[in-house]
């Protein structure tokens, strides 16, 4: 079988397709278009069509292939951690531009590091930590942030609880597990840590745990962003509101839907 002909009868969209032959057989995007005629090899067909089935069976092509590309950088991705998404470049583009220089910061629930590491690497200025309570989760983080050369301090435990009492910083950030555990949507996502998508809840407690554990901090942070659902902008800034971090603002994705939830002191 040659290279067109495998293109031919594969029903992917064609972006994936070109991602499996770059992925497997190590071709740029420009040979899967002018190599057609290049023969396929027994293993290199049992790996497409390996790749093939788990993507027609649902399974997201950032897991079968390993990698997420997150601020125009690669992310080691696997099933301890959720998929990066477009939306959350919005909350770093406004971290790179409000988080004053030299500050500190806090990532809760760090995943696959994407926070943390783009933000270390964008503004150099900053000393990052991390926090997660999956032990999976960290070591693919821990992975990210070396091989993209990001130095990052990790540390295991649930949101703020996990950083140890003499570590002070001055700005909290986190994508936490908000999804109203009745929406839809999560019947989409069956391939991506649970407990990473939902609280099993209404999808507030986990943003209702930091406000709370940041309120009770001796220094208080002076930069807050939590990204959150469409339709849960209203409840997060009473949230924030209800734990003394008054006149928080939503702020939109590139979809324009509330997307994320910020406080500045």
Request: aromatic fraction near 10%; glycine fraction near 6%.
């Amino acid at each position: 079988m040659t290279l067109g002909e495998w293109y031919q009868a594969t029903l992917l969209p064609t972006s994936e397709k070109r991602g499996f032959l770059c992925h497997f057989l190590g071709l740029t995007q420009i040979q899967t278009l002018t190599r057609k005629d290049l023969v396929l090899s027994e293993n290199e067909i049992h790996y497409l069509s390996e790749a093939v089935r788990r993507r027609l069976d649902g399974e997201p092509f950032p897991y079968i292939v390993g990698t997420q590309e997150f601020f125009s950088r690669p992310f080691f991705v696997n099933p301890s951690v959720l998929i990066p998404r477009p939306d959350t470049e919005c909350l770093i583009e406004w971290l790179i531009d409000h988080i004053p220089k030299n500050a500190k910061a806090a990532d809760l629930g760090t995943g696959s590091g994407c926070i943390a590491i783009t933000l270390k690497l964008e503004r150099p200025d900053l000393e990052v930590i991390a926090t997660d309570i999956s032990g999976d989760a960290l070591a693919i983080a821990k992975k990210n942030a070396e091989n993209l050369g990001a130095e990052i301090k990790f540390y295991q435990g649930d949101w703020l609880k996990a950083i140890p009492a003499d570590e002070s910083f001055d700005v909290i950030v986190s994508n936490p597990p908000y999804i109203d555990q009745h929406d839809e949507h999560l019947k989409q996502l069956t391939f991506e840590p649970i407990s990473a998508l939902t609280d099993h809840g209404n999808g507030l407690s986990c943003i209702e745990a930091i406000y709370s554990q940041a309120s009770a901090l001796q220094e208080k942070p002076s930069v807050i962003a939590i990204e959150h659902g469409w339709d849960q902008g209203s409840a997060v800034r009473q949230l924030a509101e209800k734990n003394s971090f008054k006149g928080a603002q939503t702020l939109r994705d590139y979809g324009g839907n509330d997307r994320f939830t910020v406080w500045t002191e």
